[in-house]
């Protein structure tokens, strides 16, 4: 199973780990106290404290006077070191803390106390004068006898006094039971439903047999009946459920609830305009994610801040970027590009299946049947580029292709013409932390082939789409883009390192197949030439079966070229087959999709969702979407509307992954900008922010605590810590982009 990335905290123990590797505890297991001396009756012995920091014990406890200026949490810190973790263990970590003033946060972490100082738990509580206890469960990834358990405070301008008290790290405790709050039994989309589209929902019920059902406006009248579906036990929740089909009802309105075995449904609507929003704001997301610009408050009410890493201290910017020691011997101007995720890293194999994913979104819009370019044109997402006479989506796709560009090697240099695979912080950096005050060194780390096509692919797409508004840029693009590709055929095996995962995910790929056959692809269909033509038809993956239950992603890019050759017009030979291996896919989804009690089209063996299975579910909707187009059919049409049920409500949390959509929805994705849940001076994600979804390996510590045994679509929890099964990220956006604007399409 490929995964998106590594650890998005210093976790770097953490790679391999999964939650079937984590050995149960000894359910005769006695609780241990880890600590010494964590009630400070006497002396604060073997506390120890940062360079800086005067602590001593005061009426019973440790205080610090913590020295103002600092600029990380990490710069003032007390600590104790030599605890021991036995992997797989529940551990209880628990403390009593004041702050004084009132209103400063600290960062409490457990995680090992000699390089590369890597954080297996943290929380990072506020404080007040009055005092507060705080316990929290977590079990161990490792066994070390080198752990440290550790409270970081600095970061602040203004100095303060940091007391704390009845410090434990208990051993052997059970694991923290997590029973989320999942709402009414009966699960609907809660952004709500097309009047002339598909309208279905779950029940979840312990009856066998089918049970009436009522469909009530928002003044409570009866306005549709019927009867429930029984589905029997659903596999990817271990719930017994039911299916309702209201799809006969078409009146649009607000408000509509779904009665059904003494149970109301949250509100939702019937009318398209909830999906024109959603289809602006999933784009919109991108303008908040920018490097080396200031986001405006203007544009964006709420998420103003500096500009990020364009050197302006402690920033150091990302205007003359080194490499890796022993990679090169240059510097490069990198800035610009979309933050990847909730960190500071820029990536160009995640920034190229992103870029080309807005890219085709726009493509679509004038080539379907149903497509509509108006709804992306200029000033449609109010960006700062906005009245240039280009359409806004582009103008936005355009911020990360630059940056992309920048990141090829120099003519003249070893590799020329390839292009670096990352660019991120040289350790990991805690949240929240704004990007313009991460103070860490950036690094530019080795070329890849992956890199190297990814960026071939998206700047020989760039060339055909920007060609009517910049002629230039479009041809510089295309430049470049040939360049890749001939760095790419001279290097075809150079692959990132599996083990370079310190300061940002890895995104390694050991098979760069499918990224040849996409970068053919798109060079093909912008030029037309034959060389390209040849390797597409010579390529394996022009025949593989691409449309697998996991769907496309960064790492398995041979879709992305073969919807690009079904659906952008062209003179290769056999193209209709192409077409035809599109449709293929989509009935199999199709498929999956009417098997499925919640009613989507993916299904991984042994439901074991993957790591954002919720984008995968929108690109094998983008699948049955892109065989709509091709064809004509209706049910492909309604497949992929009702794919989007799942990820705006139907689905066993009964919660809206889209933040801002729906009543319950989404709102803690892990992230350091967004990070209202640690800090109240911060905002939540932007309305429509994707989170990443359930994820049966829960590789974070939180997730770990709290969703041991999960199953399938339970293995999720919105909380800004969890960064395995609630994170943002740039491509994940990119397949909700794409869905909303099919679906605002179908009006």
């Given at each position: ?40 009756d006497?002396?604060t ?39 021991t ?19 400063h ?35 161990s ?14 970061g ?14 208990l ?11 999942t ?23 312990g ?106 201290a ?92 920048k ?7 070893p ?10 912080d ?18 530019l ?57 310190v ?34 038809l ?13 769907g ?5 890019t ?161 909380d ?11 491509n ?7 869905m ?8």
């Open positions: 199973m490929i995964r998106r990335r590594t650890a998005l905290l210093p976790l770097t123990a953490l790679l391999a780990t999964a939650l079937t590797a984590l050995p149960a505890p000894s359910a005769a297991a006695e609780e241990a106290e880890q600590l010494r001396n964590g009630t400070f006497t002396a012995e073997p506390w120890w404290a940062s360079a800086g920091v005067a602590a001593g014990l005061s009426d019973g406890r440790l205080c610090a006077d913590v020295p103002g200026g600092t600029a990380n949490p990490w710069d003032a810190a007390v600590g104790q070191n030599d605890v973790l036995v992997k797989g263990e529940t551990y209880r970590f628990s403390f009593s803390a004041t702050g004084t003033p009132e209103g946060a600290v960062r409490a972490i457990v995680g090992r106390s000699t390089a590369p100082y890597d954080t297996w738990f943290e929380v990072t509580p506020q404080l007040s004068v009055s005092g507060n206890s705080y316990a929290y469960t977590f079990t990834p490792v066994d070390t006898p080198q752990a440290q358990v550790a409270f970081q405070v600095g602040g301008a203004e100095p303060w006094r940091f007391c704390m008290d009845d410090v434990s790290l051993g052997g405790v059970p694991p923290e039971v997590y029973e989320p709050d709402g009414p039994r009966v699960r609907v989309n809660q952004a709500g439903y097309l009047p002339a589209g598909p309208k279905n929902a779950t029940l979840v019920t009856a066998t047999t089918r049970l009436p059902w009522e469909l009530k406006d928002a003044a409570g009248a009866v306005v549709a009946r019927g009867w429930t579906v029984p589905r029997g036990t659903d596999a990817s929740s271990g719930q017994n459920v039911h299916s309702i089909d209201f799809g006969a009802y078409r009146r649009a309105g607000s408000d509509l609830t779904l009665v059904a075995d003494g149970e109301a449904s949250r509100p939702f609507g019937l009318g398209t305009a909830a999906y024109r929003r959603l289809r602006t704001d999933a784009l919109k997301y991108y303008y908040t994610q920018r490097s080396g610009i200031e986001i405006r408050d203007d544009l964006r009410p709420g998420y103003a801040r500096p500009a990020g890493h364009v050197g302006i402690p920033n150091q910017g990302d205007t003359a970027v080194p490499c890796q020691p022993g990679v090169c011997d240059y510097t490069l101007d990198v800035t610009g590009g979309w933050y990847d995720a909730g960190d500071h890293g820029k990536y160009v194999v995640n920034g190229g299946i992103s870029t080309w994913e807005l890219l085709s979104t726009y493509e679509r819009a004038g080539l379907a049947r149903t497509g509509e370019r108006a709804p992306l044109g200029d000033g449609s997402l109010t960006v700062p580029e906005s009245g240039n006479k280009v359409p806004d989506i582009l103008d936005e796709a355009r911020w990360e292709l630059e940056f992309l560009l990141m090829q090697v120099p003519d003249g240099q590799l020329a013409g390839m292009a670096h695979h990352k660019i991120h040289e350790q990991w950096t805690g949240l929240p932390l704004m990007p313009h005050a991460d103070p860490q060194k950036r690094e780390h080795p070329p890849s082939t992956a890199a190297t096509l990814n960026l071939a692919a998206t700047a020989a797409q760039a060339a055909r789409l920007y060609k009517p508004y910049d002629a230039r840029f479009a041809a510089e693009a295309l430049s470049a883009a040939r360049k890749a590709w001939a760095a790419a055929l001279a290097h075809p095996d150079r692959y990132a390192s599996e083990s370079d995962g300061g940002g995910g890895t995104y390694a790929d050991p098979n760069v197949t499918d990224e040849f056959y996409w970068a053919a692809a798109e060079l093909y269909l912008s030029t037309g030439e034959k060389q390209f033509a040849d390797h597409v010579a390529s394996p993956v022009h025949t593989a079966d691409l449309f697998g239950p996991l496309f992603d960064w790492a398995r041979g879709a992305a070229g073969r919807l690009d050759l079904a659906l952008v017009p062209s003179g290769l030979p056999g193209r209709d087959k192409v077409r035809q291996s599109v449709v293929r896919g989509a009935d199999r989804y199709l498929a999956t999709l009417r098997a499925h009690p919640y009613g989507m089209p993916y299904a991984p063996d042994g439901n074991a969702y993957d790591w954002g299975s919720n984008h995968q579910v929108l690109n094998n909707a983008v699948v049955l979407a892109t065989a709509y187009d091709l064809t004509g059919a209706a049910r492909y049409r309604d497949g992929a509307l009702q794919a989007m049920d799942y990820v705006l409500g139907r689905n066993a949390l009964n919660l809206s992954y889209v933040t801002g959509y729906g009543e319950v929805s989404s709102h803690n994705q892990h992230a350091r900008w967004y990070a209202r849940q640690l800090d109240a001076s911060q905002p939540s994600p932007p309305r429509g922010t994707l989170a990443g979804g359930p994820n049966s390996s829960i590789q974070d510590p939180f997730a770990q605590s709290r969703l041991q045994g999960c199953v399938g679509q339970f293995c999720y929890i919105d800004i810590q969890s960064w395995s099964t609630n994170e943002h990220t740039v994940w956006n990119a397949a909700l982009a794409r909303a604007s099919f679906v605002a399409d179908q009006t």
